[in-house]
Structure formats: C-alpha cells, structure tokens
Nanobody, 124 residues
Framework: ERQLVESGGGLVQAGGSLRLSCAAS????????VGWFRQAPGKEREGVSC????????TYEDSVKGRFTISRDNAKNTVFLQMDGLKPEDTAVYYC?????????????????GGQGTQVTVSS
C-alpha cells in the first residue's frame, strides 16, 4: 500500500523545537516534490514549505522563514521539517503531501499522496 505517514508532533513550549518526519512507503520518494501543510482549528489548510525533487530547492511560507527547515533523505524515503523557535500560532495539525508533476509543489488538496497529519501544540 502506498502511503505517507507523519510523525514527530507533540506539545512544546514557545521557543522550543520539534522535528516532523514524513515517511513514504510503497513507492519511491525520489521523484516527488513534497510539501508540508498545516491546519489550525477553524482555519483553512495552508502551505508551510516545499522541497523539489529535481534540485532540492525549497520554499517557505513567510511566517516560518528563518525558523523552519525542510530537508529530505531519499535513502530513508523521508522528508523532514525542523521547526525551531516555535510560537503558539504554529499550533495546528501538520500534513505532508507528495506530487510528481515537474517542479510543481503539491497544494493543500492537489497531490498524489497525502498523510493523515500529526498534531503540533505550542504553549505560551
């Protein structure tokens, strides 16, 4: 079965760090652009970051620039999101998604494979 599984979420105090993992199974991650998204209660799902398969280039949503870092380990079929300097407004369910379509990053609802999410809660 082809699937993505997120892990690494949890409860952390403001200023703390978490490292999320997005592990693919049943298919090879190498040729997929992978994105992280988040959805807070009552809000739309929004893009957080993306890493492209072709050249490893990355993009970040403005509010996380300088605090979050996306990376990938194709040998482990896993993409990571290192989150430092966490703020209460980062609290959300975080999802990853994968898309193979040139250099196009996946959208919140436009992807080939998507995970079930992991909860991140940042206390003040």
């Amino acid at each position: 079965e082809r699937q993505l599984v997120e892990s690494g979420g949890g409860l952390v105090q403001a200023g703390g760090s978490l490292r999320l993992s997005c592990a693919a199974s049943g298919f090879t991650f190498d040729y997929y652009n992978v994105g992280w998204f988040r959805q807070a209660p009552g809000k739309e799902r929004e893009g957080v970051s993306c890493i492209r398969s072709s050249d490893g280039s990355t993009t970040y949503e403005d509010s996380v620039k300088g605090r979050f870092t996306i990376s990938r380990d194709n040998a482990k079929n896993t993409v990571f999101l290192q989150m430092d300097g966490l703020k209460p407004e980062d609290t959300a369910v975080y999802y990853c998604a994968a898309l193979t379509y040139g250099d196009t990053c996946p959208g919140p609802y436009f992807f080939d494979y998507g995970g079930q999410g992991t909860q991140v809660t940042v206390s003040s």
